[in-house]
């Protein structure tokens, strides 16, 4: 039985998370502060260890200093936050914290972390994880060649498919394609949670630019579109596709029309496809091939909205935000050319669009517009799209995050394209 100490101060949170763990089948102890948190460390050299930063009397660094210093290093130390603060997050990883995780916790999330913590790492497993138990709890197999205990089950919404990539950040899903119901299940590549620093380039598109703890770098941009190599159906959105482990009510489904409709036009994609190389379909997809992959699921969806202009009306958003996605992959690769032609595609489709997500969603558009004016310098939508940005800054927000957005895309505005915040400015 495996033996986990929580070190924390609220009593209640303690107690609660006990009786998780014990229903999880762990041995539990705790601790209320941080002198206890070592000395209960020291003596009863747990298993796990999960742990409040900032516990009385012994600061996280201290502690995670001290257990190197009596050779305990090795135990995992999940430590949970009350702070997104990112570079003090980078700092307890670097010292040598397995993870760390914002309160107020998920359980589920806790418990995968865990049980991912239970497995070393190994290159060359491509083992599927089929150990899957509809009710949530723990489901054991061992893995034979190895004789490695294994306790890798994930919740029910992350399925149970997953295949363990080579690069550490990454998890494959396994899927089935709805368009062609090809047997053999395509991969779907996604980050596991907590692996990569990203950072908004100046079109709010999230660039991938660097890794946390031990984990490996990744650009997920150039895989997070699945493809299916069999009809080339192509997307973001992982519901479109069957993944294996998913409710089925948490799929997309297409009606068999669309099937068959799509089936007969795959003949269009041959010159796309004949653009990609080998490593399309493997985690190490090149930038020629991660726009390749865009483009595809740029025709998915093209193909769905003449299908059906009021059902598919929101897929001129996802498509908008497509070409900015590529235009940022294009620039990062230096192909120049691409690049202006994506960031120019982006432009025609943002002055067509009508459809848009949500509040939300239209402070990005203006935002994103305001950026893109700005690059072609043209005058006329600048000051649309500006005093767009304007208004929504001035305008009471419904909800904190509409206000947090705001101000972000304001100083964004400001920061890259010279926007002003003055009344003024944009009422004359
Ligand atoms: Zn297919």
Same mark, same amino acid.
């Given at each position: 039985m495996q033996k986990v100490l929580i070190a924390h101060p609220d009593k209640n949170f303690r107690y609660e998370l006990h009786k998780s763990l014990v229903a999880q089948k762990y041995l539990v102890i705790e601790a209320d502060n941080g002198g206890a948190m070592f000395t209960i460390t020291k003596l009863q050299q747990p298993n796990f260890i999960i742990a409040a930063d900032g516990m009385s009397s012994l600061s996280t660094e201290d502690f995670l200093r001290k257990l190197k210093d009596v050779n305990l290093s090795h135990i995992p130390i999940i430590v949970l936050t009350t702070r997104n603060n990112v570079p003090r997050n980078l700092l307890i990883l670097e010292m040598g914290a397995k993870e760390v995780l914002l309160e107020p916790i998920h359980e589920n999330e806790l418990f995968f972390h865990l049980r991912r913590l239970n497995q070393p790492f190994s290159l060359n497993s491509e083992k599927v994880?089929? &150990?899957?138990?509809s009710n949530g709890s723990i489901a054991r197999e061992v893995?034979?060649?190895?004789s490695v205990m294994t306790t890798d089950t994930e919740n029910k919404s992350a399925g149970s498919s997953t295949v363990r990539a080579s690069n550490s950040s990454l998890l494959i899903r396994q899927a089935k394609c709805q368009f062609c119901k090809n047997e053999t299940p395509l991969k779907l590549f996604t980050l596991r949670t907590r692996t990569m620093v990203t950072e908004a380039d100046r079109f709010d598109i999230e660039c991938y630019v660097n890794s946390i703890g031990q984990n490996e770098f990744c650009d997920y941009n150039l895989l997070e579109v699945g493809v299916c190599?069999?009809?080339?159906? &192509?997307?973001?959105?992982?519901?479109?596709f069957e993944v294996?482990?998913?409710?089925?009510?948490?799929t997309t489904a297409f009606s068999e029309f669309v099937f068959t409709a799509f089936k007969k036009r795959s003949d269009d994609l041959k010159p796309l496809i004949s653009k990609c190389g080998k490593t399309m379909f493997t985690e190490n997809r090149s930038p020629e091939d991660a726009l390749v992959a865009i483009d595809l699921a740029v025709y998915a969806l093209n193909f769905l909205f003449n299908y059906d202009r009021l059902k598919y009306g929101l897929t001129q958003n996802e498509i908008f935000q497509y070409a900015l996605k590529a235009a940022s992959i294009a620039d990062k690769a230096n192909f120049v050319d691409i690049r202006n032609q994506k960031y120019q595609e982006a432009f025609q489709l943002g002055l067509m669009q009508m459809a848009l997500k949500g509040e939300l969603g239209v402070r990005r558009h203006s935002y994103q517009m305001y950026a893109l004016s700005c690059l072609f310098r043209n005058k006329d939508n600048i000051r649309k799209y500006g005093k767009e940005l304007f208004d929504a800054l001035a305008k009471p927000s419904s909800t904190p995050q509409l206000r947090i957005k705001s101000r972000e895309y304001a100083d964004r505005a400001k920061k890259y394209f010279g926007w002003v915040e003055d009344e003024k400015h944009w009422s004359s």
């Open positions: 994880d089929n &150990a899957s138990n893995e034979s060649r190895k190599p069999n009809c080339y159906y &192509a997307s973001n959105d992982f519901k479109t294996l482990g998913l409710r089925s009510e948490e």
